[in-house]
């Protein structure tokens, strides 16, 4: 795109504020993320492997990929769910219930935690039923799970949504013309058409389920070895002063940061599509 | 098969889209549904597809007889075809075809050599041989349109029912495929009743036309008819060009190749009004002429080429025009 | 009353929406209300006006909307060279932006705490200098800009690719200077999305704690914030307390949101 010399500003213009953007970007992109690989080969290699082979920081990794494996499809199948009510019917409260999905982007993290410590904690609504049944729930990974999908809850909804307002029913209306049930519809018509879109909510979904630390650190109990998240085994290294631990830890969650990023450049390469999204 | 349609209303909130409707789409006909934009065609369309209900009431829609108002649009057996053909992207035009017969419970459903052979056969149909492993993005638009065609018809539906068919296309592809669609409904004779704002296109295409507007239907009946013999100066209107003659308090609606010109010197004052030649045009088959009437008002008149050259007139030549003699019925 | 509906589906996502979303979201924010609402006005107004609290609410609130407003006038350019110029390495920038989106907020906690820290990466030269990045409010006010600015980038992003070079043009052939067709006519073509952007960089600023605890210092009085303050009470097993916050919290939030909602709505409907 090239575009004409009335349209555009005056090459020294131009260079300046290239120049700002970069060194702006560079500031608060490059240098964190260079930060991060740095701190965390400090002390060199043996005492990053070393940092992940402890059994602590293996408890954490499986742990959080526990909850994520959790979270996400349930919040995968909320996604599809709300995304085919609101996008294929009419109904009243409609554009109520998309403003309720967006609800927990205004939710800091530590309420999104807390809201469970109120109604399972041990002085909770529930806490008292809970331990005379001896069910755990803050303090342990339902507990955890519970948060991370708090937390998660509109990722996969906000990409569909806008993704299916576009494409609009023409395709299923002709599907029921042609005599299709509601499966053969989903899966053989909306499905192949929001499959990318699907996959990035996914992604954005999962990456945010395994980073999240705000709302599970309120529910976790920092138990190390059981209730320890990866972002939280990551804390508690670092309150110990253990920083290069902490950073080496840190390089698998940036990786999953890094691993997200590109598939979503993928995925907007192969649709030929920018999402609009945020969150 | 015929569709009856009988006092049908529908309404969203406020806005009636469709008020007391009852047509006879009869066998094997090919009917037009034309008016303007937001007269409700498409929404009666839509009614009688299954894809839009109408208001409880005493409305009835029966094919051949057979009520089918309670008939989900899944098991209706109509043969749709969208505006935007509404193809599956991300399926090959085979696959589109195929896609109402493979959708078939178990039992009904027909084996995969079966289906392969409906497929093809209906490929030879629409004329898209070869075109089979095709996507719907690699296609023109009028063979996306047959695609869509094929694919409706592949559940072999009782009615075939089109959205605007050619609404989507160029004006040259438009016209062929228009051909092209009433050779086609005559060799397999399916009752068939389409949408369209296009008057000209309804007139050349369709047994039957009905007119709609403002949710009611204006009139029916054959082209011939309805562009004849107007039942409203709606309809006059609408279906083509017409001039709007003031005399007093009365209309008169005549058709610009309705009006004779002659030279002044014949005029006759028992028929003919004296005017002035406005305007000249004639690149095209056939010559307009405006001119202007001694109280001012305009008159379009279409005229033969070599009807004009033998007139050999200029602007602001003096000519008498004559309409044709006056009709009862018109006010 | 059961309407006829042509896609099938309606009754069961209906169901699974409505009850999914009652359980993980409705049901937990209207106990957390109900949990504040067992303490009487006169301690809400106590726990609300605790000097601990008035200074956490303003770090809160004062250092997202300094972030926020930061954030907008960077996202602003950002967005304009990345969509208006081409450079080497733009692509790879473009996509990096949403690195905030996609770092877990632990490590850019760290992370940031490692650069701005007294011996860090930056924290060194700027201490020279007299300046006190980390453990102060302006580490605070870093951690949320780093947070908050992808939002402006991705919400005008989309405006200004769609934005025409007609206009500009337009206003070219009736003798307008750059920096004139720039103020009067592209940049208020993206205000409404200069302030959804600020909106979300906003919300989201308010509510981080995962970015700001070890770059702040957690210093009460000085560099705490509000969901901190929240975690200390529940520490303490103050539930109450917690809960009263957090609403209290949550009532602003939502208030200043609907606000800036209402005043986007006006101006866009102006730009029509």
């Known amino acids: 795109m090239s575009r004409s010399t009335v349209t555009t500003e005056s090459a020294p213009v131009r260079l300046l504020l290239i120049g700002t953007a970069v060194a702006f970007l560079s500031l608060f992109l490059l240098l964190p993320l260079a930060a991060v690989f740095v701190e965390a080969f400090r002390k060199g290699w043996e005492v990053f492997l070393a940092s992940l082979h402890e059994e602590a920081a293996l408890d954490a990794i499986k742990l959080t990929l526990l909850a994520a494996g959790i979270s ?5 199948l909320f996604g599809v769910s709300a995304a085919w009510l609101v996008t294929k019917f009419k109904f009243r409260g409609r554009s109520l219930l998309v403003s309720l999905i967006d609800l927990p982007f205004a939710v800091s993290p530590v309420i999104a935690g807390l809201v469970w410590v109120l109604l399972f904690g041990a002085k909770g609504w529930f806490g008292h039923w809970l331990a005379e049944h001896d069910i755990k729930i803050i303090f342990a990974l339902p507990g955890i799970v519970i948060a991370t999908v708090f937390v998660t809850f509109p990722f996969v909804a906000r990409e569909l949504i806008p993704l299916m307002e576009t494409q609009g029913s023409d395709q299923e209306e002709a599907a029921v013309t042609l005599g299709a049930n509601g499966w053969h519809i989903f899966w053989r018509v909306t499905l192949p058409n929001i499959k990318w879109g699907l996959l990035y909510g996914v992604l954005l979904c999962n990456a945010r389920a395994m980073g999240e630390f705000g709302a599970v650190s309120v529910v976790s109990g920092h138990i190390s070895g059981e209730t320890n998240t990866l972002p939280l085994h990551v804390e508690v290294l670092y309150n110990e002063y253990q920083f290069s631990a902490a950073f080496a830890c840190a390089t698998l969650l940036a990786f999953l940061a890094l691993i997200t990023l590109s598939l979503k450049t993928a995925v907007e390469h192969f649709t030929g599509h920018s999402s609009q999204n945020n969150h | 098969m015929s569709i009856s349609i ?33 007269s409700g065609k498409t929404t009666l369309l839509r009614i009688v597809a299954g894809l839009d209900f109408a208001d409880p009431g005493p409305g009835k829609i029966a094919f051949h007889g057979e009520d089918v108002i309670d008939i989900p649009a899944a098991k209706r057996g109509v043969g749709f075809v969208f505006q935007h053909y509404a193809l599956f992207r991300h399926m ?33 149909l629409v004329k898209l041989e070869g075109l089979d492993l095709r996507r719907p993005h690699e296609l023109s638009g009028g063979q996306r349109q047959r695609v869509a065609l094929a694919r409706a018809l592949a559940i072999r539906p009782k009615v075939l029912l089109l959205d605007e068919p050619f609404g989507a296309l160029d004006a040259q592809v438009r016209k062929d495929l228009r051909r092209w669609l009433r050779v086609f409904h005559d060799e397999i004779g399916l009752t068939t009743l389409f949408v369209t704002h296009d008057q000209e296109e309804a007139l050349e295409l369709s047994d039957q036309v009905v007119v709609m507007r403002n949710a009611r239907i204006e009139q029916v009946g054959k082209p011939q008819t309805v562009y004849d013999h107007p039942r409203s100066p709606f309809v006059y209107e609408f279906l083509g060009n017409v001039n709007k003659l003031h005399a007093g308090k009365d209309v008169r609606y005549v058709r610009p190749h309705e009006i004779d010109v002659l030279f002044a010197a014949e005029f006759d004052p028992a028929t003919d009004s004296l005017a002035r030649v406005h305007h000249l045009f004639s690149a095209g088959p056939i010559a307009t002429l405006t ?13 033969s080429r070599r009807h004009l050259a033998e007139l050999s007139l200029s602007v602001g030549d003096e000519v008498a025009v004559r309409p044709p003699p006056f009709e009862r019925g018109q006010s | ?57 303003k770090l809160t609130f004062g250092a997202s909307a300094a972030a ?16 208006r110029y081409r450079f080497p390495g733009r692509r790879l920038l473009d996509a990096m932006v949403d690195l905030p989106f996609a770092l877990p907020t632990a490590v850019a906690g ?7 820290a007294p011996n860090g990466w930056l924290g060194e030269t700027l201490a020279k200098w007299g300046i006190e990045a980390a453990y102060s409010p302006l580490g605070v006010f870093i951690a949320l800009t780093f947070i908050g600015f992808p939002f402006v980038v991705r919400t005008l992003q989309p405006v200004m690719e769609d934005f025409g070079s007609e206009c500009e043009e337009a206003a070219a052939t009736l003798g307008a200077g750059r920096w004139v067709i720039f103020r009067r006519v592209i940049f208020p ?50 539930y109450e307390a917690a809960a009263v916050i957090a609403a209290g919290m949550l009532i602003v939030s939502f208030v200043l949101l609907f606000l800036i909602n209402l005043l986007q709505r006006r101006l866009s409907w102006q730009n029509r």
């Open chain 3, 1 to 57: 009353m059961s309407k006829r509906r042509v896609i099938p589906g309606f009754g069961l996502s209906m169901g699974f929406s409505i009850t999914y979303l009652s359980l993980i979201i409705l049901i937990p924010l209207v106990a957390l209300f109900l949990k504040a609402a067992t303490l009487g006005p006169a301690e809400w107004w106590f726990i609300l006006t605790s000097p601990r609290m008035i200074a956490a609410a």
């Open chain 2, 92 to 124: 090959s035009v085979a696959q589109n075809i195929a896609f109402g017969l493979s959708v078939l419970p178990g039992a009904a459903r027909p084996k995969k050599t079966e289906i392969r052979d409906r497929v093809k056969e209906l490929l030879k």
């Open chain 2, 6 to 38: 009988q006092s049908i209303s529908k309404s969203f909130g406020a806005y009636a889209a469709l008020e007391d409707i009852s047509l006879e789409v009869p066998d094997g006909s090919l009917t037009a549904l034309v008016g303007p934009s937001g």
């Open chain 2, 291 to 303: 001119v202007k009437l001694g109280d001012g008002q305009f008159l379009d008149i279409e005229l």
């Open chain 3, 110 to 116: 760290i992370t940031l705490t490692a650069i701005y």
């Open chain 3, 189 to 238: 073509m993206f205000i409404p999305a200069l302030i959804t952007g600020f909106t979300l960089a906003f919300a989201r600023a308010i509510g981080e704690y995962g970015s700001v605890i070890f770059i702040s210092g957690n210093l009460p009085m000085q560099t705490e914030i509000l969901p901190l303050l929240i975690v200390s009470q529940l520490e303490q097993f103050k």
């Open chain 3, 68 to 83: 926020a407003l930061v954030s907008t006038v960077f996202g602003l350019l950002v967005t304009w060279v990345l969509v």
């Open chain 1, 72 to 76: 996400v499809p349930l919040n995968t």
